[in-house]
């Protein structure tokens, strides 16, 4: 993506065109951007590296993990909002192996190092409106269903009191 991005500012200023000021405002904003985020993707394949290979510091290892988690819940900020769907598809990615691991093989406190990605998050908001929605139905169903059958037995109850024969 950063050599598209390069590749396209070379194109622009070889055209020349000394009106515009896009590659003075943007040049450094948007590198300065995609270089963090590299680096952040960078030092989260780097600390689940260690975190994994590292067999003389046990002491250590947690302190990765740790690390981890951190960069990783101030980058996923940015994709909960919806924005830079690249980056973020390579942060799940990382969550993924990241979250395998843990399952796997936790050598540090659960609640220092947890599990990052939750695998169905939609699920919940999906299940709630549907269990209210059932619920309410059932109740008013309930409510409906006992008062006919309570006005079925009333009825049959006159009916039989009264004497009356059908032919």
Not at 32 to 36: F, G, H, I, T, V
Not at 149 to 160: E, G, T
């Given at each position: 993506m950063m050599d598209v991005y390069k590749a396209l500012l070379l194109l622009y200023k070889e055209k020349k065109d000394h009106l515009s000021n896009i590659p003075d405002t943007f040049d450094d904003r948007i590198e300065?951007?995609?270089?963090?985020k590299l680096i952040a993707l960078y030092s989260l394949y780097d600390k689940l590296n260690k975190f994994k290979t590292c067999k003389n510091c046990e002491n250590y290892k947690c302190q990765y993990a740790e690390k981890c988690v951190d960069i990783f819940n101030k980058n996923n900020v940015e994709c909960k909002s919806g924005s830079n769907t690249d980056f973020c598809k390579e942060l799940h990615r990382f969550a993924e192996q990241f979250d395998d691991y843990?399952?796997?093989?936790?050598?540090?406190?659960?609640?220092k190092v947890y599990v990052l990605l939750n695998k169905n998050p939609h699920i919940s908001v999906i299940l709630l409106p549907i269990i209210i929605t059932l619920t309410i139905t059932f109740f008013l169903l309930y409510k409906v269903i006992t008062n006919?059958?309570?006005?079925?037995?009333?009825?049959?109850?006159?009916?039989?009191?009264?004497?009356i024969k059908l032919l």
């Open positions: 300065n951007n995609l270089d963090e843990i399952l796997q093989k936790n050598p540090c406190d659960i609640e006919v059958i309570l006005k079925c037995a009333y009825i049959i109850f006159l009916w039989d009191s009264s004497n």
